[in-house]
């Protein structure tokens, strides 16, 4: 009869026990890799929206061209920390002027980041 020897099993134990933690690491390193990508996203979408909501705020009060100067077809440029810039860009504002409204879309190289409409409604002028 053979027996088998103990460090040969303590080697297969050793071989088992690394791979197990080799594939828990690989799963901890995908997760931290994906919150990251997460909070950068997260913290564009803030911007996008905090600034999409000044730009509104301005131009409800009529002061847009002068705070925000746009190019002549309604773009604003920013750079990848939010600070504006002329082309290029990373990121670009784009607004589109209609009767009463404005729609302002945040854009980045590859998707739309977020979009707002406000309306600004101008009241009628009586005359005495």
């Known amino acids: 009869m053979r027996t088998h020897d103990k460090s040969s099993l303590f080697l297969m134990e050793m071989i088992v026990a690394i791979l197990f933690f080799a594939l828990s690491a690989a799963i901890c390193v995908q997760l931290f890799v994906r919150s990251q990508q997460l909070n950068e996203d997260s913290t564009n979408l803030i911007a996008a929206t905090n600034l999409s909501r000044n ?3 301005t131009y409800k009060n009529d002061s847009l061209k002068d705070h925000y100067p746009y190019d ?3 773009n604003l440029y920013y750079d990848a920390s939010w600070q ?3 082309k290029p ?3 670009t504002i784009h607004l589109h002027f209609q009767t009463n409204s404005l ?3 945040v854009k980045d190289a590859k998707t739309t980041l977020y ?3 406000v309306s600004h409604y101008q009241p009628k002028k009586v005359k005495a």
Do not use: D, F, M
């Open 89 to 91: 860009a990373h990121y």
């Open 115 to 117: 979009t707002l409409t």
């Open 103 to 105: 729609t302002i879309t």
């Open 55 to 57: 730009i509104a705020e």
């Open 72 to 74: 002549g077809k309604g």
């Open 84 to 86: 504006k810039v002329s």
